[in-house]
């Protein structure tokens, strides 16, 4: 947490307990009962609660940050990809340059089914899908298989969910030897 953060949590908190205890005051006045003990127990819940929600939304925050980085990654791979094409470039070259004539397509997801539709009709070979939703692919003219399947020996695997990359990689390295890259290194490549 930030120096700022902590400061301002802990402002807070004061605030917060400072007006909970003047309330109380107010309230114990009235009705006649005023016992130091019972403001001071009550500043102390009236902060503690503070306390908690405040971590409780920088936690949000934290998770609110990461989706918006996510996404802004998505916007900038499908912009890069989309000035590829109107320059009248295809993501053929990648596998034609390396050689890659059979490939895996990881995740299909928005990415992953874009990368199948411009590959499909090429000289590059889609061997088979994978995905953990695999049945419900089953329009699609390929095979797709689960990622707990035995998988079968490609080129090159390319992780469309490029967000995730490590962590798939991670997972694949335990079922096969292949090459693996991500969608974001195919298209930054060009």
């Not at 004061?14 to 003047?22: D, E, K």
């Not at 707990?148 to 020996?153: A, K, P, R, S």
């Amino acid at each position: 947490m930030r120096k700022d953060s902590i400061i301002t949590l802990c402002i807070g908190a004061v605030l917060g307990a400072a007006f909970a205890t003047f309330c109380i005051w107010i309230w114990l006045t009235l009705t006649g009962n005023t016992s130091m003990l019972s403001i001071v127990v009550t500043m102390i819940v009236a902060a503690v609660v503070y306390i908690f929600s405040q971590l409780k939304n920088n936690k949000v925050k934290k998770e609110n940050v990461y989706e918006m980085e996510k996404y802004k990654s998505y916007y900038k791979l499908f912009s890069s990809w989309m000035v590829i094409k109107n320059k009248g470039r295809m993501l053929t070259e990648y596998f034609e340059n390396r050689n890659f004539k059979n490939i895996a397509i990881y995740g299909l997801g928005r990415f992953g089914l874009c990368l199948y539709e411009e590959l499909k009709n090429s000289n590059v070979n889609i061997k088979y899908g994978i995905d953990i939703n695999a049945a419900q692919f089953s329009y699609l003219h390929m095979k797709v298989v689960s990622p707990e399947n035995q998988l079968e020996l490609v080129d090159v695997i390319i992780v469309t969910p490029f967000f995730e990359y490590k962590k798939i990689v991670e997972e694949l390295r335990k079922k096969t030897s292949c090459q693996i890259v991500s969608l974001e290194d195919v298209i930054f490549s060009l």
